[in-house]
């Protein structure tokens, strides 16, 4: 099915349909210069792993998959004007916040690539993933200088792997001072750590 074909469906209509049957592509879309953009990131960084980019139902990496899932509402001005509707936002609707999630995932997708939540000294730095998942709730300590914040909420202090996606994040961001940024906070010994000494 092609977007010309249920793009002018009422919400209700569209809401009809499966999502696998709207005929969703990256490719040509304008996420697609934003994805390179993540790769060009970590290219200049030194790292060669490039996660792949899928469509999926919310922003995710399957555990123990190295690959990234971009929201299917993202690739199309009316499945945007949608999920707007339904949940008065479009979660990395702009390039600065798909960007900030981009990197975010990415940190997921070379843990689980690399198997760095096993390594001892990832381990001692962010702590232990035996934990169960993510929890949906938590209580932050909004003033804790052992966290890098990224993303809203405080969310590196969930989770251990929460932890290292947003330091990573932080550490990929281009043109954020860091260093300067996070000078006598004990999350500069996270932001410092890297991948090879894992």
Do not use: N
Not at 38 to 54: A, I, N, Q, R, T
Not at 104 to 121: C, I, P, T
């Amino acid at each position: 099915m092609e977007a010309a074909d249920w793009a002018s469906l009422s919400d209700e209509q569209l809401l009809e349909r499966r999502i696998s049957a709207l005929g969703l592509r990256l490719e040509g879309t304008a996420l697609e210069p934003l994805i390179k953009q993540l790769y060009d990131e970590l290219s200049g960084k030194g790292l060669v792993f490039h996660p792949p980019c899928h469509i999926g139902d919310e922003w995710f990496v399957p555990i123990g998959i190295p690959a990234i899932f971009i929201p299917f509402f993202l690739v199309h001005d009316r499945l945007r004007s949608l999920e707007r509707t339904m949940m008065l936002e479009v979660e990395g609707e702009t390039p600065e916040w798909f960007m900030k999630l981009m990197r975010h995932e990415a940190a997921h997708a070379y843990s689980y690539a690399y198997q760095l939540q096993r390594k001892k000294k990832w381990q001692r730095c962010f702590g232990h993933t035996s934990r169960e998942e993510t929890p949906s709730t938590y209580r932050p300590r909004p003033f804790s200088r052992s966290y890098v914040v990224h993303l809203e909420d405080w969310y590196a202090q969930s989770h251990p792997d929460e932890d290292f996606a947003e330091t990573f994040a932080v550490w990929l961001t281009p043109g954020l001072d860091w260093r300067k940024d996070y000078a006598g906070w004990p999350a500069l010994r996270k932001l410092e750590l890297r991948l090879s000494e894992c």
